[in-house]
């Protein structure tokens, strides 16, 4: 399609930003019984990254800028779908709190959690059918394919849990289902809104994939290495639930390779009354096995990849520096 973007401004990231956070302001979600939508009001109103409508709406301000309420309802179908991913795996994952607040199923309980999120899930579908018309069969198909990966990858995220290794191509096969997929469907989604070609709606797909990975290896870091009050839950709990984030995945590969693997099953064997000293052995561990340093690495790497999915398609230097500074704020955070 013809490059608009050499006709007219985009949408800064900030004003996009600005644009999703009153969008969620306005929403309303309440209805009856009160005690079902409650949780759901509670869990959109803490706060989050919003990252998903933001990419959506970035996207689609690539090669558009009338960003009417048919193009923003789809945007929002993202947070509305992610959220209600959020409240199961607090359940699955026995989560306390969730941006420094209560989780939802700790504040109403497990029944009222499940089926509030289930109605989520519904919302999510009610607001992506607000799409333009000539769109809606792309996008809902796109949309309904990315959600059952999703779940896909919550239960390889499970499976893994009973498993005492998995390699690197294991964890990246699974957070590409659970995290990968969603941000790629958020960066298509924008694009095919804006009916860009289907070059450049596969390539930020591709993009999008890899910016998924990228931000859950920084999440995976943030868990051990961050700052509680900034990051919004207690640090360590990957490292106290011995989850297979990409640090220990990488842990568990350098140690079997080195002398280090009775230290790291003597940490993981560490009871509930050994929290603290459970973390901070571990990140020490971490530290001296380089993992830290390969975290931010890999972290780097798939930054690298997403910028080079979108090389060569077409898109002029303006849209690929919004995309770059889209990622920027994706890998250099600390929450």
């Not at 930003?17 to 759901?40: F, H, K, Q, T």
């Not at 309420?69 to 699955?92: N, V």
């Not at 959690?113 to 000539?134: F, K």
């Not at 590409?176 to 930020?204: P, Q, Y």
Request: net charge negative.
């Amino acid at each position: 399609m013809q490059d608009k973007s050499k006709y007219r401004r985009m949408y800064t990231l900030e004003e996009i930003d600005r644009i999703v956070e009153r969008s969620i302001l306005n929403m309303n979600i309440m209805g009856e019984p009160a005690s079902l939508y409650e949780p759901i009001e509670y869990m959109i109103g803490i706060g989050g990254k919003r990252i998903r409508p933001r990419l959506c709406l970035a996207t689609y301000s690539l090669f558009e800028n009338n960003i009417s309420t048919e193009i923003i309802y789809p945007a929002l179908s993202l947070e509305i779908f992610h959220e209600f991913t959020l409240i199961h795996d607090d359940i699955m994952d026995n989560a306390d709190t969730r941006r420094n607040q209560m989780t939802v199923y700790k504040k109403w309980g497990n029944n009222v959690a499940i089926l509030s999120g289930d109605v989520m899930s519904i919302l999510a579908y009610r607001y992506l059918a607000a799409s333009p018309a000539g769109s809606l069969p792309d996008v809902l198909n796109l949309f309904s394919t990315t959600a059952a990966q999703v779940c896909e990858g919550q239960q390889y995220d499970m499976d893994y849990e009973q498993l005492p290794f998995i390699t690197r191509e294991d964890y990246i096969k699974m957070i590409g289902l659970k995290t990968g997929v969603l941000l790629a469907c958020s960066a298509k989604m924008g694009a095919l809104l804006a009916k860009a070609s289907s070059e450049i709606c596969d390539a930020l797909y591709d993009f999008g994939y890899k910016l998924g990975i990228a931000f859950q290896i920084t999440d995976d870091y943030l868990d051990t290495f961050g700052n509680e009050q900034v990051f919004g839950k207690k640090i360590g709990g990957d490292i106290i639930n011995n989850k297979k984030s990409w640090l220990l995945v990488e842990c568990l590969r350098l140690a079997a390779n080195g002398n280090k693997m009775t230290s790291l099953d003597n940490i993981m064997a560490m009871g509930e009354d050994c929290q603290k000293e459970k973390i901070a052995a571990m990140q020490q561990l971490y530290v001296e096995l380089g993992v830290k340093e390969s975290a931010k690495e890999a972290i780097l790497e798939y930054q690298k990849k997403a910028m080079d999915a979108i090389e060569n398609v077409g898109l002029s230097v303006e849209q690929i520096q919004q995309l770059r500074e889209f990622s920027e704020q994706i890998i250099h955070r600390e929450k």
